[in-house]
């Protein structure tokens, strides 16, 4: 008898302002995934929050850029069962239905309202497995504000930066004064693929930057601009035995009409920049930076995977931010990385899988409540 095939549900789009470069990480990771093993359905989350059933198209279109959300697509509801169990609802024109229980489910969810807890907490409600950070590391890593003050207190750089609410605004001399710097970058605090980030020189400028910022959260970071700087990653893995490992690193190079790594060169512009991998860093360097990486993971609690951005001047290393959901688009850094560190993609899926199921048995043989 054949092995049953483990049953997949990968969650793509969302509400953020990401929602667009998730349906190409999912496109990759629907392709990385071995059909002989996994029984994939695709669950969309369309901008206004609905969960469709995304199978329809997308299924053939196997090497489309990125995957589409049908607008009429059936609607899904998950719902805690009991002992265990999770209903997935599914409602279409016969009605409502209940579909076989996943085994799993990969959130390819990028930014607020998917890579902050919030989706993996409605998961942990509903007892399933489910690939990456669970709620603590979710959300520690996804507020700048809150993780860089995790990494400064456990001993690790940061470059100097200050946080900012509407109800607590800053003048631009006040935050050059925090920071240290007349040069800094604005960017919202829980947001990823540099959505809202801006530089400013003078006050005029920051102005217009915070405004930017605000449009995409309610707190915002002004961060001292270091210069010259190297933007180098690191992609780590967390294997289903607890096992932390850091791959080879890489190098992001902007091209110089963008300045630093908008969001226009990652996505928009197909020469906005050039990708390094493996990135050309001193030994001593790199070792360091892959030593940083595991200890960021460890201090903001995350689990399966993450990214690790540095800022690299000279000799000095600094730690930028954690992404607990990286990209994994056909250009993003965290399975490129994995690959020159000679893991495949399809391999490294299995390891993540492995990791999420196997976490998820533990946390089943604990108590809950007292004998």
């Not at 579909?99 to 409600?125: C, I, K, R, S, Y």
């Not at 690193?249 to 226009?264: C, M, N, Q, R, T």
């Amino acid at each position: 008898m054949a092995e049953r095939k483990t049953r997949v549900a990968i969650l793509f789009g969302g509400r953020s302002a990401e929602h667009d470069v998730s349906r190409a990480s999912a496109a990759n990771v629907l392709r990385s995934l071995d059909p002989s093993r996994y029984d994939v359905t695709l669950i969309g989350i369309a901008r206004d929050g609905r969960w469709i059933v995304a199978d329809a198209g997308n299924g053939a279109g196997i090497g489309a850029v990125a995957l589409a959300i049908p607008d009429d697509g059936p609607q899904l509801t998950l719902l805690p069962g009991g002992h265990g169990r999770t209903l997935v609802l599914e409602r279409n024109t016969a009605g409502i239905r209940e579909l076989p229980a996943f085994d799993l489910f990969f959130p390819v969810l990028h930014g607020p309202n998917g890579e902050d807890g919030t989706v993996q907490g409605a998961l942990e409600l509903c007892d399933v497995a489910y690939v990456g950070s669970r709620v603590m590391g979710s959300a520690a890593s996804m507020d700048k504000d809150i993780a860089k003050r995790l990494m400064r207190d456990a001993g690790l750089p940061v470059v100097p930066y200050v946080a900012m609410s509407a109800m607590s605004p800053l003048t631009y001399d006040d935050a050059v004064g925090a920071v240290g710097s007349p040069e800094v970058f604005v960017k919202p605090a829980n947001m990823g693929s540099s959505v809202g980030v801006s530089k400013a020189r003078t006050a005029q400028e920051f102005e217009a930057c915070c405004g930017l910022a605000f449009r995409f959260d309610r707190k915002i970071l002004i961060e001292r601009c270091v210069a010259p700087v190297r933007e180098i990653e690191c992609s780590v893995l967390e294997d289903a035995n607890g096992n932390i490992r850091a791959s080879q690193l890489g190098e992001i190079v902007p091209a110089d009409k963008h300045g630093f790594y908008s969001y226009d060169a990652k996505y928009l512009d197909d020469d906005g920049a050039a990708l390094q991998v493996p990135a050309d860093v001193p030994p001593p360097v790199a070792d360091r930076i892959r030593e940083f990486a595991i200890k960021t993971f460890r201090v903001l609690g995350c689990e399966g995977m993450a990214r690790v951005d540095f800022f690299l001047n000279g000799q000095q290393v600094f730690v930028n931010e954690a992404n607990t959901l990286p990209g994994f688009t056909n250009i993003s850094m965290y399975p490129r990385l994995w690959e020159a560190s000679g893991l495949s993609q399809s391999d490294l899926m299995d390891v993540l899988i492995g990791h999420a199921l196997e976490r998820h048995k533990g946390s089943r043989n604990l108590a809950f409540q007292r004998e």
